[in-house]
Nanobody, 125 residues
Framework: QVQLVESGGGLVQAGGSLRLSCAVS????????MGWFRQAPGKEREIVAA????????YYVDSVKGRFTISRDNAKNTVYLQMNSLRVADTAVYYC??????????????????WGQGTQVTVSS
């Protein structure tokens, strides 16, 4: 069974930065594409960023391009989301997700098989 544990969320002022981490255990992490999603109150869960198995291919939703960076350290079984120039609109619960046995990144929540418990990110004005 794959387990994902997010950390690094918190309260930050607009314009600030946070770095989310997602530690993965239970499977060969290096064979999994990974994604970060977020869900704000009353809204659908949306993809924020995704990475293929080795970080050579990445995807970002338009609203975070140039501000967020997804990266992974396969030796540490960890994927990161560096978030800079945060906006109030970035406030949400952030989830990491793993794609079982698939090297290619996915764009939809249904592409992913395992999920973390989520970490709250709150950006104040």
């Amino acid at each position: 069974q794959v387990q994902l544990v997010e950390s690094g969320g918190g309260l930050v002022q607009a314009g600030g930065s946070l770095r989310l981490s997602c530690a993965v255990s239970g499977r060969t992490f290096s064979r999994n594409a990974m994604g970060w999603f977020r869900q704000a109150p009353g809204k659908e869960r949306e993809i924020v960023a995704a990475s293929n198995w080795n970080g050579g291919s990445t995807y970002y939703v338009d609203s975070v391009k140039g501000r967020f960076t997804i990266s992974r350290d396969n030796a540490k079984n960890t994927v990161y989301l560096q978030m800079n120039s945060l906006r109030v609109a970035d406030t949400a619960v952030y989830y990491c997700a793993a794609r079982e046995g698939n090297l290619a990144l996915g764009y939809l929540a249904t592409n992913y098989d395992y999920w973390g418990q989520g970490t709250q990110v709150t950006v104040s004005s």
